[in-house]
């Protein structure tokens, strides 16, 4: 499943919230103390978190998309990959330089250390090659979605959505988990704006969408008579990790100390309440989103 949030690269399903093109940063070098950067064990190099911490800096590869990482109209970068990574850099005395890049070339500006971090991916054998992942911070899970005013659907369960018209959209890997209902009827649109559209109308029982897309543009449009009844059925789903966001990393052994710094600080904030408040301001106020995050391990094999 090589997608990033459909990897933010089917555009023709959801539209982008475009922003204005940030310089991208060129590291240069900086003449610092060596003493407070914390060299990397056995190596005399300079760890990236005594980096950071020297410089007061946490340089982020991002890109716009909403409700992950956008732009206002006055240019003021939100979101809550922007949230959850502005008070991570605060802890440790830092503020954020967001390097506005295509997505597609996030990864690599991690990998060779232009940038600290990529906001949530998703975590792939091949990316895993020359990233390192932080723990999860988010389930990207699909969702079971219905007409929050006239529901046709009672329960997300197989039994539910059986013999039902389903709403999905074009080219997502919903088709497929949709394609796995007995007996259901499928009907397909261009965007996941239209498919939502249909749903509350009430041409379609139920649709099939990522939970994030479905409860940003029912907070966005409250006049869209939309609900989130629950996870698709586990029988028809991929497995949860692979639906998992997560934040990407150098491989570097210098960047060591800076995963385990940041682990630490977002299975805090998943623990205590704090990382489901930043989602409640995007309209992700279901626990579905952190369902498990709290215990799950600071490493996941692929």
């Keep these: 499943m090589e997608l990033r949030y459909r990897d933010k690269a089917s555009s023709k399903w959801r539209i982008r919230r475009l922003a204005m093109a940030l310089p991208i ?45 956008f732009q206002t109209a006055k240019g003021a970068w939100t979101g809550y990959d922007v949230d959850i990574l502005r008070g991570y850099a605060k802890s440790i005395g830092a503020k954020l330089q967001i390097n506005s890049i295509p997505f597609a070339s996030s990864i690599e500006a991690v990998s060779t250390e232009r940038d600290d971090i990529s906001v949530d991916i998703f975590i792939t054998a091949q990316r895993a090659q020359v990233i390192n992942f932080s723990r999860p911070m988010l389930n990207y899970s699909d969702t079971v979605d219905v007409n929050s005013t006239t529901p046709e659907v009672t329960a997300a369960t197989m039994a539910g959505l059986a013999g039902k018209n389903i709403g999905i959209t074009t080219g997502t890997a919903e088709l497929l988990e949709a394609q796995k209902v007995p007996h259901a009827t499928i009907t397909q649109y261009d965007t996941i704006q239209n498919t939502l559209l249909a749903l509350s109308q009430g041409r ?3 649709a099939l969408e990522p939970g994030v897309d479905v409860a940003w543009s029912a907070h966005e449009n409250p006049s869209l008579h939309v609900k989130i009844l629950g996870n698709v059925p586990k029988s028809i789903a991929p497995p949860i990790k692979l639906l998992r966001g997560y934040y990407g990393v150098p491989k570097n052994p210098n960047a060591k100390s800076f995963l385990v710094s940041l682990n630490k600080y977002l299975k805090k904030i998943a623990c205590n309440g704090q990382e489901q408040s930043i989602f409640n301001k995007y309209g992700m106020k279901q626990p579905l989103y952190l369902s498990g995050i709290c215990a799950a391990p600071n490493s996941t094999s692929i």
């Design 25 to 69: 940063f060129v590291a240069v070098a900086v003449p610092v103390s060596l003493a407070g950067m914390n060299s990397a064990s056995g190596s005399g190099a300079p760890s990236l978190l005594g980096k950071i911490k020297s410089t007061h800096t946490l340089s982020i590869a991002m890109s716009a998309f909403a409700p992950e990482d």
């Design 204 to 206: 379609v029982a139920a």
